[in-house]
């Protein structure tokens, strides 16, 4: 008799620009695999064939002339294609997903940020995810200030794309929404500190993934 394929865990990452998402991503997927947990590491917008297409164009700042309403219906659509033909099959095969932004970058960026009404956020939401929420959601919370210092030491000689070049005000407003939906979320989000060194970063996430997922 074949063994019943236990269903495998999903773990978001989310956070202002320079809090360091992608470094800790790749330490979690490491420290997973190590303890012999397969994991799937993915990103958004992206993620699926369709939805890095749907990447290029965003990140190429054209769709920015229609709004942030008209963003977050593209953000949707790629997440709605990525979740179909990624992050379902991976987690129904047993496998951790691990996912560098997710649902609540548009909860900040386009509604906090952006000022979509949240109402149309949550149509989106059900639309899109529906119950295919995270288990954790780590919030790498940095003042504004500090991390577009980090990005722009990163990105030295090279341009910003159009999200990056967003000020200051922008951002810290981004962060109160990022912080606002752990407060909502407590069961779901778990903020951490993300001025500390990557590596202590590194070890709040992985003590609470511990204790809530016993991996
Ligand atoms: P990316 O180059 O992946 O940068 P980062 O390292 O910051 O993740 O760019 C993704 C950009 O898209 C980022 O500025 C946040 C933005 N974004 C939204 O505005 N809404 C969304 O729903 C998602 C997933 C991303």
Redesign the pocket.
């Known amino acids: 008799m074949q063994q019943a394929i236990e269903i495998g865990r999903f773990i978001t990452f989310e ?5 360091g ?2 470094t800790q991503v790749n330490i979690l997927a490491e420290r997973l695999s190590r303890s012999g947990r397969p994991v799937f590491v993915t ?4 993620g699926s064939p369709a939805a890095e297409n749907i ?1 290029e164009v ?2 190429s700042g054209q769709v920015a002339q229609f709004g ?1 309403l008209a ?2 219906v593209l ?2 659509t ?2 709605a294609d990525h979740i179909e033909n990624a992050i379902q099959g991976a987690l129904q095969q047993g496998q951790w997903v691990i996912c ?11 509604g906090a ?2 000022g979509v009404p949240r109402a149309l956020i949550n149509a989106l939401e059900q639309l899109t995810v529906g119950p295919v929420m995270p288990d954790i959601t780590f919030i790498l919370d940095i003042p504004a200030e500090e991390g577009l210092a980090r ?1 722009s030491a990163r990105a030295e000689g090279q341009d910003l ?4 070049s ?1 000020e200051l005000m922008s951002h810290e407003r ?1 962060r109160r929404g990022f912080l606002d939906i752990a407060d909502e979320e407590p069961g779901r989000c778990v903020v951490v500190d993300a001025s500390q060194p990557e590596a202590m970063v590194a070890e709040d996430v992985w003590e609470t993934v511990l204790q809530r997922l016993n991996p």
Do not use: H, N, W
């Open positions: 956070g202002g620009e320079g809090s998402k992608s990103r958004e917008p992206g990447r965003l990140l942030p963003e977050s953000f949707a790629a997440r560098d932004r997710f649902v609540d970058s548009t909860r900040a960026y386009q940020m952006g990005v794309d159009r999200f990056e967003q981004i």
